[in-house]
């Protein structure tokens, strides 16, 4: 079997059992202390503004794509490593993934500028399960009033700086993006290496 053939035909469906003429986009998040969910309330913002309807949901009360033209999942990352209620709802409708077009994010560096500039261990695995568009690193944000007592002496003991490093113009700019994206594709199916992708609409 041809894995780029069986993406495309799942597209190809997922986009014939669309009915609504407002595209809607799901955004989750998992946040631990708030900063990752503001970031995906920003980016909430922008696909408004240009028209998109949005649900912002936590990833433990996703149960279905279904009725999404488009999703975006963004989490902290702690050890190199998105949160665990992400990672989960990945596994959970890996299947169901396959369909709208998918972007990620990750919220985490600190400092200026922001270390580490990395991508998180976890992420090439979650690219290739969900086949998403794009994946971008935000800096992230550290209150110390917020953290749990082991959190503070973590962050002491390796000098983390205090602060709000999130830009929120690149936020912005790459959450335009995914709009211009949406905008500008066109459905196709995968075939096998040297054929012609042939567009569907």
Excluded: C
């Excluded at 009915?19 to 989750?28: C, F, Q, R, V």
């Excluded at 990352?77 to 998105?82: D, F, L, R, S, T």
């Amino acid at each position: 079997m041809f894995p780029g053939l069986i993406r495309g035909l799942r597209v190809f469906l997922y986009q014939v059992e669309r009915k609504a003429d407002l595209m809607k986009a799901l955004i989750t998040t998992a946040s631990k202390h708030g900063s990752t969910a503001e970031i995906g309330g920003a980016i909430e913002k922008v696909l408004l503004e240009h028209g998109i309807g949005t649900d912002a949901l936590e990833p433990e009360a996703v149960s279905s794509l279904h009725g999404y033209d488009l999703v975006v999942l963004g989490s902290a990352v702690y050890a190199g490593h998105w949160m665990k209620s992400m990672r989960e709802l990945v596994e959970r409708l890996a299947e169901e993934l396959a369909g709208p077009p998918v972007w990620l994010f990750s919220s985490g560096p600190i400092g200026d500028p922001p270390k580490p500039d990395e991508d998180p261990v976890d992420v090439a695995e979650i690219m290739a399960l969900t086949g998403a568009r794009g994946h971008a690193v935000f800096a992230g944000k550290i209150d110390r009033s917020r953290l749990g007592f082991g959190e503070r002496a973590i962050v002491s003991a390796l000098k983390v700086p205090e602060g709000d490093f999130r830009d929120w113009g690149e936020i912005r700019t790459w959450a335009s993006n995914i709009v211009e994206g949406v905008a500008a594709e066109s459905v196709t199916i995968p075939l096998p290496d040297g054929a012609t992708h042939r567009p569907l609409a």
